[in-house]
């Protein structure tokens, strides 16, 4: 089946530090790579849904400034969480949809960001 | 997108069949009905699709009646391991969305002994 991983699983940064995540498809090639949050507790929200080649489209109340997409090539996607508070620690899910197949999407195991 | 309803939370024991209904009074004409299974700190994990009727697969039935306005995820036997966050999404078809993802609130399923 499609695989998706994510790296790091985990990180614990500095107020004001950046952080990056990475969300690649492992087997497939992924036009379109998908950011979520998700506080404790708390269902996933879409963020930004990333496509190869092309500038990231956010969702109403994402900073585009604070949340750098890039979706360099059909494997990989990154997300930079720039000048990271407390407030941005959650849990960041990465979904990807398979280049050329149905609209069914496979997500990663997550990373979770602490920021102190 | 259509809005979906579900209940918070369901209590089961292990061996017994587990039935989380779910409501999309809103769905449109090219929507699929999509239930995904979270374990905490992981990403979710696609459980069945379907468009109408009945659907099955290895790890669950999902039922949807003639009006599509509602769906049942179908868990037989359930084990300890199946507690977890269920949650049911109405998905765009080909012809539109964006693949755009909506997650509701989604359901907690606790099995116990």
């Known amino acids: 089946g499609a695989v998706v991983s994510q790296h790091p699983s985990r990180v614990i940064c500095k107020s004001g530090t950046s952080v990056k995540i990475e969300c690649r498809s492992l087997?497939?090639?992924?036009?379109?790579m998908f950011w979520y949050r998700q506080f404790p507790k708390k269902s996933l929200m879409l963020m930004a849904t990333s496509n190869e080649g092309s500038k990231a489209t956010y969702e109403q109340g994402v900073e585009k400034d604070k949340f750098l997409i890039n979706h360099a090539s059909l494997t990989l996607s990154t997300l930079t969480v720039t000048s990271a508070h407390p407030e941005d620690s959650s849990f960041y899910i990465c979904?990807?949809?398979?280049?050329?197949?149905?609209?069914?999407?496979?997500f990663g195991p997550g990373t979770r960001l602490t920021v102190t | 997108l259509a809005k979906t309803t579900q209940p918070i939370s369901m209590d089961s024991y292990e061996g017994q069949e587990v039935n989380i209904t779910c409501s999309h009074n809103?769905?449109?004409?090219?929507?699929?009905i999509t239930w995904y299974q979270q374990f905490p700190s992981q990403g979710p994990r696609f459980i069945i699709q379907g468009y109408k009727t009945k659907v099955t697969n290895e790890v669950a039935s999902l039922f949807i009646p003639a009006d599509r306005k509602s769906s049942t995820l179908s868990l037989p036997r359930v084990s300890l391991s199946d507690t977890a966050v269920y949650y049911c999404l109405v998905v765009p078809g080909l012809t539109g969305g964006g693949n755009k993802l909506t997650f509701g609130t989604g359901t907690q399923l606790k099995v116990e002994l």
């Open positions: 087997d497939f090639q992924a036009t379109t």
């Open positions: 809103n769905i449109a004409t090219n929507d699929y």
């Open positions: 979904s990807a949809r398979v280049r050329g197949g149905s609209y069914e999407q496979y």
